[in-house]
């Protein structure tokens, strides 16, 4: 029944809140050890989140984990995708997308806090999931509930980089799309973030 109604139960990534203004909040992460996918929505009927099979089957989300151990790895949040169009799309779950003809999509799910290096992290059986490192970084970020779609994304990207430019931030990469409940739960009830890296 939580989870319908939005609470998350799961590990989210720690993180120090450098500012806060009405409109956005700047947050550092520390490094986090990641398993990622990258695909070709294409090889999922045009599902943009196609790959997030991949990630559950590799910690165990579906049955047995699929990596060497096999252990079965914790779900964290929230979901990040990242994306290298115009706008693009961690526990998270991140998508990345590339632009023109190769129209790649990453996404990611941000590996429990134990694991502090990739070589920690059990190998995954699947040679489409990698695990990699990721550093300390910093980011814009701005909160909202509802299904996270394209248009509602857009225009939460276009906003804060608006924001962010005019309180002199600079940014240094493209957006990355948090989300953090699974997608049975009620719209009104997801928690969502658009995160812009600054530096």
Known sequence: MGMILGKISVETPKYELIQSTPDYEIRKYPAAVIAQV???PAQFKGNKDGGFMLLANYIGALGNPQNSKPETIAMTAPVITKSSEE???TAPVVTKTGDGENNTVTMQFILPAKYTKAEE???PLDERVVIVEEGE????VVKFSGTANDKMVKEKVENLKKW??????KIIGEFELARYNPPWTLPPFKTNEVMIPVE
């Not at 970084?137 to 814009?140: D, T, V, W």
């Open 87 to 89: 706008i693009a799309m």
């Open 38 to 40: 990258t695909y070709d």
């Open 137 to 140: 970084r910093k980011y814009g």
């Open 164 to 169: 962010l430019e005019r309180d002199g931030f």
């Open 121 to 123: 992290a059990p190998k």
